[in-house]
């Protein structure tokens, strides 16, 4: 039995009706763009029209679930205008019948409408916008005349007796003089007055804007759809949302200049997240409007591909707000958007998990160490603390708060231990790490939760009183092995640097070596840096002597008094199995050195103490470390080059380290 497509549903969807959920054909699919769109050819069996495929079903035609004569049900979509065109955007769709011949012979959808453009038959006349009695003349065009109609100013309606003009006003038919210039064409024989053309009919405005001058654009408020449905072919959209997170002000600096940023996340009634970004005089506009948890009314910007490293949503887009963008408060919300939308996952379960994965967690706090002070590599400090969070499946995870949440949750989490209350914390959007056994840890849109009111807080809290606190779990972060090694360090020789290619994959290898420096060249081991900050970081690029005396930053752009000086170390490392060529910088080479390098800078060049500086670099010679090395090949010129990077460098633990030979020959020996 053949499928029945349903009649009209190019024209009904055309027209708004979104609910029909209509049966069609696919009677075409053509992958467009970089960003691997589909578009489709649908049919009702005698109208066809164009229907992009939202991002989220391309699956279905990758794994050909969806082919050309494919009968489908469209069950979500919407109707979008791009480049004065409607088009189809389908959100959702079933397919019915994989196969099936093409039903009827549909063409093209064409929208009727007072503007409509009609075209005369070919040898035949044409009627005016006013009917059958109106009529432009009679009898086929000749040959040699041209079809393409001339401005002449100097002819007239009046030399056309028997015929009305192309193109004629209201009030030239109610016999009012028209000082316009009528069209016609041009030809050898002037006196016969047919020609081919296309008629257009008079504009006729619709009742509500006669007499009262132009229209510019549609001021009517945009309809509000869901956070789900939104697409870049949409032109006016409005979207009501609560906000779950807020970003902090961050400053960048790129080829084109310094700047501001902040993002916000969004959440709706029906479960849709998205990410909204603001730069520079939007930043000023909406920084201090945007609260967490309010909802707004939000209408006006652009739409663009979710960047996925740095964006966890699960929306392919984000938001980036413009001048012509609105934010506005809603304050009587009906509460039927939640305060946030968790996806929790076991302890367990996030073992297996892929590093810098985001994911939500929640589980009993059983230890919170206090909050300690740390350097960044770019020479900022920030606070650090650590905590264990288990759940009941038997796992426990370390946790790390980094920030201003150390002082924050981090201590009300400290003082509630210290009292003896162990408190559920649920973590929204916490990144894996896996550098030393699975751990989470807190960036800047992680949101923490104390006690929350959630039923799932409410059952890890039951089963901790109900036995839970002395349950035994295993932790999954940080399990040291002898020698105090922890489990994920890859410990290597000097030699198998080299003979297993370590560095010549896509990343970098990250391994552990125990090696004694022979050399350390002396003639270049720290470089000029620039002192600035650029946002809560210290720019650090080499800088260079300026015309005044002072110093200039090309990539700043600004010239200053006093430089830094950073190590930039060349050092010779060698264990018994051979030797390589290894780059320190700031804190390996402090660590190294036992001094910073503006130290060592100002004791060889200002204090000309040649001898103590001697002295210094000497007894770092010979001296034994436990190296982790980061191992990457790069380009030098033309030439791929393997970098060796001290990532730090830890005096060596002769004790430990020889729990661990034991351990090693142990397993050797069974």
Same mark, same amino acid.
């Given at each position: 039995?053949?499928?029945?497509?349903?009649?009209?549903?190019?024209?009904?969807?055309?027209?708004?009706?979104?609910?029909?959920?209509?049966?069609?054909?696919?009677?075409?699919?053509?992958?467009?763009?970089?960003?691997?769109?589909?578009?489709?050819?649908?049919?009702?069996?005698?109208?066809?029209?164009?229907?992009?495929?939202?991002?989220?079903?391309?699956?279905?035609?990758?794994?050909?679930?969806?082919?050309?004569?494919?009968?489908?049900?469209?069950?979500?979509?919407?109707?979008?205008?791009?480049?004065?065109?409607?088009?189809?955007?389908?959100?959702?769709?079933?397919?019915?019948?994989?196969?099936?011949?093409?039903?009827?012979?549909?063409?093209?959808?064409?929208?009727?409408?007072?503007?409509?453009?009609?075209?005369?038959?070919?040898?035949?006349?044409?009627?005016?916008?006013?009917?059958?009695?109106?009529?432009?003349?009679?009898?086929?065009?000749?040959?040699?005349? /041209? @079809? *393409? =109609?001339?401005?002449? %100013? $100097?002819?007239?309606?009046? &030399?056309? !007796?028997?015929? +009305?003009?192309?193109? #004629?006003?209201?009030?030239?038919?109610?016999?009012?003089? /028209? @000082? *316009? =210039?009528?069209?016609? %064409? $041009?030809?050898?024989?002037? &006196?016969? !007055?047919?020609? +081919?053309?296309?008629? #257009?009919?008079?504009?006729?405005?619709?009742?509500?804007?006669?007499? *009262?001058?132009?229209?510019?654009?549609?001021?009517?408020?945009?309809?509000?759809?869901?956070?789900?449905?939104?697409?870049?072919?949409?032109?006016?959209?409005?979207?009501?949302?609560?906000?779950?997170?807020?970003?902090?002000?961050?400053?960048?600096?790129?080829?084109?200049?310094?700047?501001?940023?902040?993002?916000?996340?969004?959440?709706?009634?029906?479960?849709?997240?998205?990410?909204?970004?603001?730069?520079?005089?939007?930043?000023?506009?909406?920084?201090?409007?945007?609260?967490?948890?309010?909802?707004?009314?939000?209408?006006?910007?652009?739409?663009?591909?979710?960047?996925?490293?740095?964006?966890?949503?699960?929306?392919?887009?984000?938001?980036?707000?413009?001048?012509?963008?609105?934010?506005?408060?809603?304050?009587?919300?009906?509460?039927?958007?939640?305060?946030?939308?968790?996806?929790?996952?076991?302890?367990?379960?996030?073992?297996?998990?892929?590093?810098?994965?985001?994911?939500?967690?929640?589980?009993?706090?059983?230890?919170?160490?206090?909050?300690?002070?740390?350097?960044?590599?770019?020479?900022?400090?920030?606070?650090?603390?650590?905590?264990?969070?288990?759940?009941?499946?038997?796992?426990?995870?370390?946790?790390?708060?980094?920030?201003?949440?150390?002082?924050?949750?981090?201590?009300?989490?400290?003082?509630?231990?210290?009292?003896?209350?162990?408190?559920?914390?649920?973590?929204?959007?916490?990144?894996?790490?896996?550098?030393?056994?699975?751990?989470?840890?807190?960036?800047?849109?992680?949101?923490?939760?104390?006690?929350?009111?959630?039923?799932?807080?409410?059952?890890?809290?039951?089963?901790?009183?109900?036995?839970?606190?002395?349950?035994?779990?295993?932790?999954?972060?940080?399990?040291?092995?002898?020698?105090?090694?922890?489990?994920?360090?890859?410990?290597?020789?000097?030699?198998?640097?080299?003979?297993?290619?370590?560095?010549?994959?896509?990343?970098?290898?990250?391994?552990?070596?125990?090696?004694?420096?022979?050399?350390?060249?002396?003639?270049?081991?720290?470089?000029?840096?620039?002192?600035?900050?650029?946002?809560?970081?210290?720019?650090?690029?080499?800088?260079?002597?300026?015309?005044?005396?002072?110093?200039?930053?090309?990539?700043?752009?600004?010239?200053?008094?006093?430089?830094?000086?950073?190590?930039?170390?060349?050092?010779?490392?060698?264990?018994?199995?051979?030797?390589?060529?290894?780059?320190?910088?700031?804190?390996?080479?402090?660590?190294?050195?036992?001094?910073?390098?503006?130290?060592?800078?100002?004791?060889?060049?200002?204090?000309?103490?040649?001898?103590?500086?001697?002295?210094?670099?000497?007894?770092?010679?010979?001296?034994?470390?436990?190296?982790?090395?980061?191992?990457?090949?790069?380009?030098?010129?033309?030439?791929?080059?393997?970098?060796?990077?001290?990532?730090?460098?830890?005096?060596?633990?002769?004790?430990?380290?020889?729990?661990?030979?034991?351990?090693?020959?142990?397993?050797?020996?069974?």
């Amino acid at each position: 039995m053949p499928v029945q497509l349903t009649p009209n549903a190019v024209a009904a969807i055309i027209g708004g009706d979104f609910n029909l959920k209509p049966l069609m054909q696919v009677t075409d699919i053509k992958l467009i763009g970089s960003q691997e769109r589909y578009r489709l050819m649908v049919s009702d069996g005698v109208w066809s029209q164009h229907a992009m495929v939202a991002i989220q079903l391309n699956e279905l035609v990758k794994a050909v679930k969806v082919r050309k004569g494919s009968v489908v049900q469209l069950t979500e979509y919407i109707c979008s205008e791009a480049q004065n065109r409607k088009i189809i955007v389908v959100l959702n769709m079933e397919t019915i019948v994989l196969d099936s011949e093409i039903i009827g012979n549909p063409k093209p959808y064409v929208e009727s409408g007072p503007t409509s453009q009609t075209a005369l038959p070919k040898n035949n006349f044409q009627q005016s916008a006013y009917g059958n009695n109106h009529m432009i003349g009679q009898g086929p065009v000749p040959k040699w005349q /041209n @079809p *393409r =109609p001339s401005f002449h %100013p $100097e002819n007239s309606v009046s &030399s056309m !007796p028997n015929a +009305r003009p192309a193109f #004629q006003s209201e009030s030239s038919f109610y016999n009012v003089p /028209n @000082p *316009r =210039p009528t069209f016609r %064409p $041009e030809s050898s024989a002037p &006196s016969v !007055p047919n020609f +081919r053309a296309t008629v #257009q009919p008079s504009y006729q405005p619709p009742p509500q804007y006669k007499n *009262r001058g132009p229209v510019f654009k549609n001021e009517a408020p945009a309809r509000i759809i869901p956070i789900n449905a939104l697409n870049p072919y949409q032109g006016r959209w409005a979207i009501k949302a609560r906000v779950t997170a807020k970003g902090d002000q961050r400053r960048y600096n790129n080829a084109r200049g310094d700047g501001k940023v902040f993002s916000f996340d969004l959440l709706d009634s029906e479960g849709g997240e998205i990410r909204v970004t603001c730069f520079n005089a939007v930043l000023d506009r909406f920084y201090d409007i945007i609260e967490v948890g309010k909802v707004y009314l939000i209408s006006k910007g652009s739409l663009k591909p979710a960047q996925k490293n740095f964006n966890h949503l699960k929306s392919d887009w984000e938001i980036t707000l413009d001048a012509s963008s609105t934010v506005e408060l809603c304050p009587d919300e009906d509460g039927s958007i939640p305060d946030q939308l968790f996806d929790f996952k076991r302890i367990s379960s996030i073992e297996n998990t892929e590093s810098n994965s985001i994911l939500d967690v929640i589980g009993i706090v059983i230890s919170v160490n206090p909050s300690t002070t740390i350097l960044r590599k770019n020479g900022m400090e920030t606070q650090r603390r650590i905590l264990q969070l288990k759940d009941w499946s038997g796992r426990s995870i370390e946790i790390t708060l980094w920030g201003e949440v150390c002082n924050r949750e981090g201590q009300k989490l400290e003082d509630m231990l210290a009292s003896g209350v162990f408190p559920v914390l649920a973590i929204k959007a916490g990144k894996v790490n896996d550098f030393s056994g699975k751990s989470i840890g807190t960036i800047h849109s992680t949101q923490l939760y104390i006690n929350p009111d959630l039923p799932e807080a409410r059952q890890v809290r039951d089963w901790f009183d109900q036995g839970g606190k002395d349950a035994a779990s295993m932790s999954i972060s940080k399990e040291f092995m002898p020698g105090g090694v922890t489990k994920n360090d890859i410990r290597k020789t000097v030699s198998q640097i080299k003979d297993e290619g370590l560095g010549r994959s896509d990343k970098p290898d990250w391994v552990t070596v125990r090696a004694t420096i022979s050399f350390i060249k002396t003639d270049s081991f720290c470089y000029t840096a620039c002192p600035l900050m650029i946002g809560d970081r210290q720019c650090s690029k080499k800088v260079s002597r300026s015309g005044v005396g002072g110093w200039q930053c090309d990539r700043c752009n600004q010239e200053f008094e006093e430089c830094d000086y950073r190590y930039l170390l060349q050092a010779q490392i060698q264990d018994h199995t051979g030797l390589t060529w290894v780059t320190a910088f700031q804190e390996s080479g402090a660590e190294i050195l036992g001094c910073t390098a503006k130290e060592l800078y100002f004791l060889k060049y200002e204090g000309q103490d040649e001898e103590k500086f001697a002295e210094i670099v000497r007894s770092s010679i010979f001296n034994q470390f436990m190296f982790k090395l980061k191992i990457k090949e790069e380009l030098y010129g033309d030439e791929q080059r393997v970098k060796i990077t001290v990532v730090k460098a830890d005096m060596v633990n002769y004790s430990a380290e020889s729990r661990y030979m034991l351990d090693v020959i142990s397993k050797l020996s069974r």
